[in-house]
């Protein structure tokens, strides 16, 4: 399915700055952000700020973490300047934009003193539908082909009702699995859609042996989450199959 132009892409005319080939890499890997970059209407939020994938995630404002969904913003519309960022990091971490996940995450990497791409959409690596799984293996692609430099890939989604498989299933995944909102059940659930969607989005393929695995598992009385990387046991299972209990 052909991404929708938009204002940013041009095709003709003269050459401003950010001008790029719609049709080439650098074109698709922007093209493919802007699939996400509505992603804040989920949750009814459509003011909330996007944030660049270098930078932090979105503050919390009155003491109530935001949710942060990352786009490429203008000044990182050329592929020199996007590239000249994307060196000086060594991890890539795609969660979640929840508020009680992808702030969180990030702060925990960043504490143990990595330098961060941020890919913050709905969903982290569980897409549901094949637009949205596409563009996030386009993203993939290129970030694999020019990440060399690039130690650590952490693939995740998050516990404690998810609100964009909540979205797709039109119920909380713990309330279609008739378990508890937090249970190891929830969470071993989730850690089978993360593994079947690494392979769908073929994100191993892009970073061979750099990728992890991890549940972020939302601490609620703390206000924290920790990184869950115990997947012993899990198969990868797509929605459909979990909630049909195959
Ligand atoms: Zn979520």
Excluded at 96 to 112: H, N
Excluded at 156 to 185: F, M, Q, R
Excluded at 218 to 230: C, Q
Aim: aromatic share 8%; hydrophobic share 30%.
């Amino acid at each position: 399915m052909p991404v929708p132009k938009t204002e940013t892409v041009r095709e003709n005319g003269p050459q401003p700055t950010g001008e790029y080939e719609p049709n080439s890499e650098w074109g698709q890997f922007l093209k493919a952000w802007k699939v996400f970059g509505g992603d804040y209407n989920f949750v009814s939020h459509p003011e909330t700020p996007v944030v660049s994938p270098f930078d932090r995630p979105n503050p919390p404002i009155e003491d109530k973490r935001q949710y942060t969904v990352t786009q490429i913003p203008e000044g990182l519309e050329t592929e020199d300047a996007f590239l000249e960022r994307y060196r000086k990091t060594d991890a890539i971490l795609i969660t979640c934009m929840d508020k009680d996940a992808s702030g969180p995450a990030y702060e925990i990497l960043k504490k143990g003193g990595k330098k961060i791409m941020f890919v913050s959409i709905a969903g982290g690596i569980t897409q549901l539908t094949q637009e949205r799984e596409h563009a996030l293996t386009t993203i993939l692609s290129y970030l694999g082909k020019k990440g060399d430099h690039i130690q650590e890939v952490l693939a995740t989604n998050h516990d404690e009702t998810c609100g964009y498989i909540k979205a797709s299933l039109d119920n909380p995944l713990s309330e279609a699995l008739g378990v508890e909102v937090g249970s190891k059940e929830e969470g071993t659930a989730t850690k089978a859609l993360i593994l079947h969607h690494m392979e769908k989005v073929g994100i191993n393929n892009f970073f061979p042996q750099k990728v992890k695995p991890a549940l972020v598992d939302i601490k609620r009385e703390t206000e924290d989450a920790e990184f869950d990387y115990d997947f012993s046991g899990v198969q990868p299972q797509s929605l459909e199959e979990i909630v049909a209990g195959k």
